[in-house]
C-alpha cells in the first residue's frame, strides 16, 4: 500500500507540474495558486511520528493537520513559512480579497472565513484567528471516533460524541503523546485554555 500511496503522490506531483508549466508567462504571472490537503494520509501508509490510529479519519493532528501553500503575485516573496493556525474555510474570504472582493460588502450572509492575504504581505502579521474547528462524522474510515476538535495556538480540546474528552498542549506536545485531562489537574494557563475552548465549542453547537 505504501508503494501504491507514493506513487499516486509522484503522480499528482508530476500532473499539478504538467498544468503549471501549460500556461504561459504572462498568465502564470496573473495567477495565484493555492495548494492544500484535505486530510492527512490514511492509516496503512502512516509514518513516525504518525500512528495507523492517529491518521486520516481521525481528529488528531495526524489526521487534520495538513500542508496550505500559496504561490504567485499576491506573495510579496516566496519561501517563507507562516506559522499561524488557519482553516480550510479561509480559502473562501482569500480567494475573494485577491479577486478584489471585500467580503464585508457580502450582506446578509454569516461569513466564518478569514482572508488569509494579510500573511503573504507579513509573515509576522498578528493572528488573525483565535481557533479552529474540526468535525469527524462516523464512517467507515472515522476510526469509530467521531465528535470535534477545536483549538486556540497552543492548545486543542477534543470532543468525542460519546462524551468523552482528551486535551492536548501542542507547543510542548504536538503529536498528541500525553492527554492533559488523564493526569493531574490542569495549571492555570490550562485551565482557562479547556475553559475557553469548551465555551467556545458549546456556543457554535447552540448557534442558530
Not at 477545536?150 to 470532543?159: A, C, E, G, P, T
Request: net charge negative.
Amino acid at each position: 500500500k505504501a508503494t501504491c500511496y507514493r506513487a499516486a503522490i509522484e503522480a499528482m506531483d508530476s500532473e499539478i507540474s504538467r498544468l503549471l508549466a501549460s500556461m504561459d508567462a504572462d498568465t502564470r504571472l496573473n495567477t495565484n495558486i493555492i495548494y492544500l490537503g484535505d486530510n492527512g494520509s490514511p492509516g496503512p501508509v502512516a509514518q513516525d511520528p504518525v500512528t495507523s490510529t492517529r491518521a486520516k479519519g481521525t481528529m488528531y493532528e495526524g489526521g487534520i493537520h495538513v500542508p496550505f501553500v500559496v504561490h504567485g503575485p499576491a506573495v510579496v516573496e516566496g519561501g517563507r513559512f507562516v506559522d499561524a493556525i488557519i482553516d480550510v474555510t479561509d480559502v473562501f474570504a482569500t480567494v475573494l480579497t485577491l479577486a478584489g472582493v471585500d467580503v464585508a460588502d457580502l450582506d446578509g450572509i454569516t461569513i466564518d472565513s478569514v482572508s488569509l492575504v494579510p500573511y503573504l504581505a507579513d509573515p509576522a502579521q498578528a493572528p488573525l484567528r483565535e481557533w479552529t474547528l474540526s468535525e469527524l462524522y462516523a464512517s467507515a474510515s472515522s476510526n469509530d471516533k467521531p465528535g470535534r476538535a477545536i483549538r486556540d495556538v497552543r492548545f486543542k480540546l477534543i470532543v468525542f460524541l460519546d462524551g468523552r474528552e482528551e486535551f492536548y498542549d501542542l507547543l510542548a506536545d504536538p503529536w498528541e503523546a500525553t492527554d492533559l485531562l488523564a493526569g493531574e489537574a490542569l495549571d492555570t494557563g490550562a485551565q482557562a485554555a479547556y475553559d475557553t475552548l469548551s465555551a467556545t465549542l458549546e456556543g457554535l453547537l447552540a448557534a442558530p
